[in-house]
Nanobody, 120 residues
Framework: VQLQASGGGSVQAGGSLRLSCAVS????????MGWFRQAPGKEREFVTG????????YYVDSAKGRFTISRDNAKNTVDLQMNSLKPEDTAVYYC??????????????WGQGTLVTVSS
């Protein structure tokens, strides 16, 4: 199983980035997908998740209205569109896969992480 995250980079506050995660080695349509982030010195945070059927999504309060998660079950990809970025969004972002329908709980597979840096 491989989860390959890409799209991180440096941006000024107010800017946008789009992260993408390409998944292989599992039945993608059977997995909920999530994006997590970990800032320096902080615990990992569940930012957003999307169910296998795309019918359900979750966003942490700080991401609501600014971030949008989407997935393409035909391409085995999950994207995270991040707008109106703030310095506090600076973190390493990880995509993860969880077997089944629930968005919460332990995720089974993780990508390698992509760094997002937002400057003020």
């Amino acid at each position: 199983v491989q989860l390959q995250a890409s799209g991180g980079g440096s941006v000024q506050a107010g800017g946008s980035l789009r992260l993408s995660c390409a998944v292989s080695g599992l039945t993608f349509s059977s997995y909920a997908m999530g994006w997590f982030r970990q800032a320096p010195g902080k615990e990992r945070e569940f930012v957003t998740g999307i169910s296998a059927s795309t019918s359900r999504t979750y966003y942490v309060d700080s991401a609501k209205g600014r971030f949008t998660i989407s997935r393409d079950n035909a391409k085995n990809t999950v994207d995270l569109q991040m707008n109106s970025l703030k310095p506090e969004d600076t973190a390493v972002y990880y995509c993860a896969a969880r077997k089944g329908t629930l968005l919460f709980g332990n995720y089974d597979y993780w990508g390698q992480g992509t760094l997002v840096t937002v400057s003020s």
